[in-house]
């Protein structure tokens, strides 16, 4: 991977919070190409500087309403290859399974929880990597919302939780510390979810996606 900073530009008509967040991720070694309070501005500054990542609230003007969401929406379909994060104030289940269940590289967090800047700086760059990164708090309520007919009901107890922690983007390894199990055991879950899913045989990156993405639409 190339040493050159990852490019950003920033999408939130909340000035304090955009310069504050500027500030943070240029301390923290990324290049903030561009910030601006609209959805339209959002997608001219894409156009611009084809950014590494677009950190956008879902609520801007003019109606305060989904257009941070649609803009993220154009950039995922025109530019695939830009890591996406959606840093709102409000948990949207719907809206957020539409966005991360359109690939990787795709994150949705809750500013409210943004609490550790070592995490959400970490949460930012795993994003960037290919991960998929989704709030404990919007998870709880994807699983809330779950109908009856639930295709994650053939896991254990333990492979629900080992999958929780993989939509949150962790790693093998943090899902080993955080359940305080082995990696290999972790690596044993793993499979097993795979296998108890049916997914189709690809690249074990693409898999887990997959994972994560059947486990977001279950509900």
Request: proline fraction near 4%; hydrophobic fraction near 45%; aromatic fraction near 2%.
């Amino acid at each position: 991977m190339s040493d050159s900073p990852t490019r950003a530009v920033i999408a939130d008509d909340e000035v304090l919070l955009r310069e504050g967040l500027a500030r943070l991720l240029e301390r923290s070694g990324f290049a903030v190409v561009g910030q601006c309070g609209s959805a339209s501005e959002l997608l001219a500054l894409v156009q611009e500087h084809r950014p590494d990542l677009a950190i956008v609230d879902i609520r801007m003007p003019p109606t305060h309403t989904s257009e941070g969401l649609d803009a993220a929406r154009v950039i995922r379909a025109e530019f695939p290859q830009i890591a996406i994060v959606i840093l709102s104030a409000h948990v949207d289940v719907d809206r957020a399974t539409d966005l991360l269940s359109s690939g990787e590289r795709s994150g949705y967090l809750l500013k409210s929880r943004v609490t550790d800047v070592d995490e959400f700086i970490e949460a930012l760059d795993r994003i960037v990597k290919g991960a998929s990164v989704v709030d404990p708090a919007l998870v709880q309520q994807l699983v809330a919302a779950r109908r009856v007919k639930d295709p994650l009901d053939v896991l254990s107890p333990r492979e629900r939780e080992v999958l929780a922690l993989m939509a949150e983007g962790r790693s093998n390894a943090g899902i080993a510390h955080r359940l305080w199990i082995t990696e290999g055991t972790v690596q044993k879950h793993v499979h097993g979810i795979l296998m108890k899913l049916r997914l189709p045989s690809t690249e074990d990156d693409q898999r887990r996606v997959l994972a994560v993405i059947t486990y977001l639409d279950a509900r």
